[in-house]
Each structure stands twice: as C-alpha cells, then as structure tokens.
C-alpha cells in the first residue's frame, strides 16, 4: 500500500506562514491526483487545495490567493504554502492521494494521519 507521511504544521501568529509537506512512499506504481485537506473542530472536512500530476491545480475560495500547492512528481510528495495565515486557518490539515499500488488495481484515495495548524490571533 501506499503511506504518506506529513510535516510542516504548527503554531503561527496570524500573518505569518507555514509550508506542509507530504511525501508518499510504500508500492507506488502511479500517483494522480494529491490533495490537501482541513477538517477544524465540530466542522466537516473541507477542499482545500488539490493539484493533478500534470500541474493543474484546484484551491478553495477561502484560500484563493494566500496558499500554493505544489508536487515533486520524482519525490512523490506535495507541498502547500500557506501565507497571510488567519485564525480561521486553524484546523488539522490532510493529505490525500489518489495513486495506484500495482498496475491491475483500481486507483485508491490514501491519508495522511493529518498535522495541526493553529493560528493564533
């Protein structure tokens, strides 16, 4: 199977930044598309920002402009830069990875455990 590992979360000031990252390993045979997502207390998991193997990228609206998501497709692993970081940032972030661990099974969604971003005010 596949296991992703992430890093990079944190506490931060509003303003500040921070850069998650999400290396892939285990038997990969294709990795899609790799996603990040946020899910806050007592809210459901959200979007945040998603990017296809071959660069197109996907952000939420409450992201647009202040977070990059990008991937090292030789790494097997996705970036997201976060900027003007605000409050309502504050979630537990995960990565996702639509990827394929041999070529006669069908693609598959895998998780990272997910890493803690706080804002504070």
């Known amino acids: 199977q596949v296991q992703l590992v992430e890093s990079g979360g944190g506490l931060v000031q509003a303003g500040g930044s921070l850069r998650l990252s999400c290396a892939a390993s285990g038997s990969i045979f294709s990795i899609n598309a790799m996603g990040w997502y946020r899910q806050a207390p007592g809210k459901q998991r959200e979007l945040v920002a998603s990017?296809?193997?071959?660069?197109?990228?996907n952000y939420a609206d409450s992201v647009k402009g202040r977070f990059t998501i990008s991937r090292d497709n030789a790494k097997n692993t996705v970036y997201l830069q976060m900027n003007s970081l605000k409050p309502e940032d504050t979630a537990v972030y995960y990565c996702?990875?639509?990827?394929?661990?041999?070529?006669?099974?069908?693609?598959?969604?895998?998780w990272g455990q997910g890493t803690q971003v706080t804002v504070s005010s």
């Open positions: 996702k990875a639509d990827a394929m661990s041999t070529p006669w099974k069908t693609p598959y969604d895998y």
């Open positions: 990017i296809t193997s071959r660069g197109i990228t």
